[in-house]
């Protein structure tokens, strides 16, 4: 039954993403099917570990902001370190103001110091990200006046 439910949910995934998602490269949050996203949080829900894992990988890499919640919910309350690593990375790259205080929560409160230690790498990475782009446009700043 297990695998009937991932060859559906997987077979739902890709008759719900257009074909133009899956060549291009960058942001596909515009792209992606309502169905898709259903599908992808109801994997986020099954027994399945390995379905779990990915669909909050692909949550992650699609950047589906609406999955927040559900996300934190398995970062906090899964059982199984490989899901909650992935629920943080998934949080880290979507990349909103509530998803990073998550990971930066779970490098505090997880039980499992290797998803405190990998929440943290999630978390330092975003820092140093968000460190480059301000000095980035402090120095446009400082060219513009110049000109």
Not at 89 to 112: E, R, W
Request: aromatic share 8%; hydrophobic share 40%.
């Amino acid at each position: 039954m297990k695998t009937f439910t991932t060859i559906i949910l997987i077979l739902v995934f890709f008759l719900g993403v257009p074909s133009s998602s899956l060549t291009k490269g960058g942001d596909h949050k515009n792209e992606v099917g309502e169905s898709t996203v259903a599908s992808l949080l109801m994997g986020l829900n099954s027994d399945n570990i390995g379905l779990k894992s990915s669909s909050a990988y692909m949550l992650g890499e699609l950047k589906i902001s609406s999955a927040v919640v559900t996300l934190m919910r398995v970062l906090h309350n899964d059982e199984n370190e490989e899901v909650r690593i992935s629920a943080a990375l998934a949080l880290y790259k979507i990349g909103t103001p509530m998803a990073i205080h998550a990971v930066k929560q779970a490098i505090k409160f997880d039980d499992s110091k290797r998803v405190s230690k990998l929440a943290s790498k999630f978390y330092n990475e975003f820092m140093r990200e968000e460190f480059r782009k301000t000095n980035e446009q402090t120095i446009e700043k400082l060219f513009a006046h110049t000109d």
